[in-house]
């Protein structure tokens, strides 16, 4: 069997080929005809001699049909929807649970399915989903709370799937304030950016980016606003932006906090506390 050295060919987002899958008996356990099995160690870990880093972390996944748009751009920190590049696009779905080893030893077998590639960005997709796992935006569970039970969260998510492929990312800034009528209830002030793809039409992503903006603002004002006493019940939203790839600045990105599209936190039963970021 072959040394594994630095510049063994594997490396993160590199697919494995239907024989090793099978010879590995990698397969998904709801589709075994369509299963796809994705690299997810990092290429630094990769170069490690095994008996430094023994096995190789893998993703199990399954081709689809269709992307869909609350799993694209690692908005979700659970499901990933990504496109393989090739002579025919391949779609596959990953859940962030189905992870298994591999020894590196056995991978040094085999070699990457080269009939389809993932491309820099969509790598850079896939390196920002796994991270997520451990990096998630957590936000009030008082907030989080009447963002569910208003079923705010389940609408946001709709918009967000009309506009999957065009809305890369959405923002959310919430500062917690007192009201001034109450001296205990909460009023939470939030801000939102909606980020936009560039390419390839800018112009449409744009002007589909408002439209979202202008479903988000409706969203808010029929179930937060109280147009009799003119003001603002639970949360307030102070305004919506719209931002493209290309503009949002260095401080934003450090700043703002991502609202996954997943809100399992809050779906538990009993629920879970929420770790800050």
């Known amino acids: 069997m072959p040394e594994w050295t630095r510049n063994f060919p594997w490396r993160q987002g590199n697919l494995l080929t239907d024989e090793a899958i099978r010879t590995l008996d990698l397969f998904h356990p709801k589709f075994l005809d369509n299963t ?31 992307l869909d748009g609350n799993n694209t751009h690692a908005k979700s920190s659970r499901t990933l929807h990504i496109s393989f590049d090739g002579s025919d696009t391949l779609l596959a779905e990953f859940v962030i649970t189905d ?24 790598l850079a997709t896939l390196q920002q989903w796994l991270a997520a796992r451990y990096r998630r935006s957590a936000f009030p569970d008082e907030f989080e709370r009447r963002m569910k039970e208003l079923r705010i969260a389940e609408k946001i998510s709709n918009v967000a799937k009309k506009h999957g492929e065009i809305l890369t990312a959405i923002f959310f800034d919430v500062e917690e304030v007192i009201d001034e009528g109450s001296s205990e209830e909460k009023i939470y002030v939030l801000d939102i950016i909606l980020l936009h793809e560039t390419e390839p039409d800018f112009n449409s992503a744009e002007d589909a980016a408002h439209q979202a903006k202008e479903k988000i603002e409706q969203i808010f004002r029929s179930k ?24 949002l600045t260095y401080r934003q990105s450090k700043l703002l906090r991502k609202w996954r599209l997943d809100h399992i936190s809050l779906g538990a039963d009993p629920q879970q506390s929420l770790l800050m970021e």
């Open 99 to 122: 992870k298994h080893s591999v020894e590196k030893r056995i991978l040094t077998g085999y070699l990457p399915d080269r009939k389809h590639t993932l491309s820099k960005e969509s």
């Open 224 to 247: 937060c606003f109280d147009p009799k006493s003119d003001s603002w019940l639970g949360i307030e939203l102070r305004y919506v932006d719209v931002v493209s790839e290309e503009a």
């Open 36 to 66: 796809v099995v994705v690299v997810a160690s990092h290429d630094c870990d990769l170069a490690q001699h095994p008996d430094k880093e023994p096995f190789v972390e893998v993703l199990i996944g399954c081709s689809i049909q269709k």
